[in-house]
């Protein structure tokens, strides 16, 4: 077959994913190119030319593919836009009734005093999705294109050198064969790429991988599950914010929840599920569900209606796990980077900050047009210099005391961390993949071999199936699967009899399942891939490390406006 022409396109500086770090640092870096030559005019210093920025997006429009738990600390965008709520930044509302509860089947304790890490007075309550439709504007206002639909899908490289990217081909056939409506991907070529996919980035794997850019500690993660109800009105309470954990299984397994009230009667919940997990039946969308029987759930919804229901990742890997974060022609910001303060679940002003000093790294870059390692290393001066740096210094050895054991974590370590700026009794503390805590069925427990039997009520609860209606996701069923399984083979002997395939259990989205084949007289892997809502999950939580998640065509996948 002959190589496929593509067309190519060259700009300064190219940005993957229009999340709130990208499009914080588009803009920040247009204002301070502004500044630096106002100044410059004034001082009768050296201009710079204003680049030519472009953001790429894999969601068909900018914000459908945003989830998170959006009660956003204000200390970020005040700094980017010191005015940004005269210019109408999409809060919902303002916090003021900060909650820390432990939960259980029949009820609940509050905290008389709300931990420090779970105090979000005067944090921001909005939709994530709308945030960054309202930040995409605003790069729009000051020249920065942004091209939704479409998914970079590999690192064009150089030698040692960053070159861009190449985003993928649409149109393919699930044979392979190309439909009449094929049009190959586009060689994008920058000065500088900043990869800011969010947790798990496909690109920024590869970049990872390529130029050897892992952190100290493996990265680790865990599972959000995402539900917005519209509840009745004498149920809703604006400003509150309401953060948790689940016993008695919070003493085995890691897990927490939040829950915050919109406008419009609208309530966010979710629920967070530690894939560092020892149990191949762990299954985060099937904890969301079990804690929705709490009695504090149960008096919060009855009578109310599902509206979204969505899933991602997030790393927890902290401080330690942060890869380095550039090489030359490329740096790394946001859930990407390992940002997220995890002690706090809080990464949208993590993500903004670091996407704010790597537009100013690109200042210097310009100005001495050297877009090497040598410059843009500049970036990571930057951030240990920043407030950014002192957060994820203060939550540096929070997983790794999970991973001791969760009641030596809370009880213990984690309360020591907050006296002694984040060191705890062990500094550092050591963490593992979040796939090798797996145990084989046979290593557990009798009572633990089999999945725990739990019926949907399909009024509070509900399966997967049911649940993946409500997220908006849309595939085109006639293309090559986007979930890449190495070896299927695996899946059917190997995994079926050591872990009794968990892809079924993990994946909150029924997009794997074992299917009789009466032929072989076996279960094999079938993959609903148009079910994806690109959580990353099963890239992460795969035993065997032989699923890789890449993006399928452009503008495809979930749609989370609105959450």
Known sequence: MSEIERESMEVDILYIGAGPGNLSSAYHLVKQIEAHNEAASAGGGEQIEMPVILVIEKAAEVGDHQLSGAVINPKA?????????????????????????????????????????????????????????????????????IYPGFAAAEVLTEGDKVLGVRTGDMGIAADGSQKPTFQPGMDILAKVTVFGEGVRGSCAKQLLDRFDMHGDNPQTFETGIKEIWRVKPEKHQPGRVVHGSLLPEMLGQLNGMWLYDMKDNLVSFGFVTGLSSEDPNN????????????????????????VKYGAKCIPTGALYAQPKLYTNGAMLLGDSASMLNIMKLAGVHMAMKSGMLVAETIVDALLADDFSAVTLGGYAERFRDSWAYEEHLESRNFTGSMDV??????????????????????????????????????????????????????????????????SGTAHEADQPHHLKVADKEVCANECARDYG???????????????????????????????????????????????????????????????
């Open 501 to 563: 395939n968990p892809c079924e259990n993990f994946c909150p989205a029924a997009v794997y399942e074992m299917v009789d084949n009466k032929e072989t007289g076996r279960k094999e892997l079938f993959i609903h891939h148009e079910n994806c809502v690109h959580c990353k999950t099963c890239d992460i939580a795969d035993p065997y490390q032989i699923i890789t998640w890449t993006t399928p065509e452009g503008g495809e996948g979930p749609d989370y406006s609105q959450m």
């Open 405 to 470: 054991s969760p009641l030596f974590g809370m009880g213990l370590n984690v309360p020591l961390m907050m006296i002694t700026g984040g060191r705890g009794l062990i500094d550092p503390l050591k963490t593992h993949p979040s796939h090798s805590a797996m145990k084989k069925i046979w290593e557990l427990p009798r009572s633990k071999q089999q999945p725990e039997p739990f019926e949907f009520d399909n009024v509070l609860t509900f399966s997967k199936e049911h649940l993946v209606g409500f």
């Open 283 to 306: 299954d985060p969308h099937l904890m969301a569900q079990k804690f929705k029987t709490t009695a504090f759930m149960r008096d919060l919804l009855d009578g109310a209606e599902l």
């Open 77 to 145: 965008i005040q700094e980017l836009m010191p005015d940004f709520v005269e210019q109408g930044f999409p809060t919902e509302h303002v916090c003021d009734d900060s909650q820390f509860r432990v939960f259980w089947r029949g009820g609940n304790i509050k905290s008389p005093v709300c931990p420090p890490p779970f105090y979000k007075n005067g944090y921001h309550v909005a939709s994530l999705s709308n945030v960054v439709k309202w930040l995409g504007a605003k790069c729009e206002e000051v020249g920065i294109e």
